[in-house]
């Protein structure tokens, strides 16, 4: 059993930032790759970062030079620093692991979700 638990959303004004943090336990063997996604009221479900285990990173056009995606290994959790944030930011954010549990194949799994508003 592994379960993937996300905090950091919340209220903030265009040009704040906010540290959205997921950590995951459980029988964990190996985390491979780690994706931040986000989708807003009516959107499809958009891909905003990427981190490879080997320590690539990719993002959106969107929010290139703006966030940053970030893993700590030791501690089974992925972190995405949004910085200069917009309105068009606004969706609910959730991470995403490829995770090779003990004894077992890799798998996907999600965080709840956590919101994200950026409103004056």
């Known amino acids: 059993q592994v379960e993937l638990v996300e905090s950091g959303g919340g209220l903030v004004q265009p040009g704040g930032s906010l540290r959205l943090s997921c950590a995951a336990s459980?029988?964990?063997?190996?985390?491979?790759?780690i994706n931040w996604y986000r989708q807003a009221p009516g959107k499809q479900r958009e891909l905003v970062a990427t981190?490879?285990?080997?320590?690539?990173?990719n993002y959106a056009d969107s929010v290139k030079g703006r966030f940053t995606i970030s893993r700590d290994n030791a501690k089974n959790t992925v972190y995405l620093q949004m910085n200069s944030l917009k309105p068009e930011d606004t969706a609910v954010y959730y991470c995403?692991?490829?995770?090779?549990?003990?004894?077992?194949?890799?798998?996907?799994?999600w965080g709840q979700g956590t919101q994200v508003t950026v409103s004056s």
């Open positions: 459980g029988n964990i063997f190996t985390i491979n790759d």
């Open positions: 981190a490879s285990s080997g320590g690539t990173t």
């Open positions: 995403n692991m490829k995770i090779r549990i003990l004894w077992g194949k890799e798998y996907d799994y």
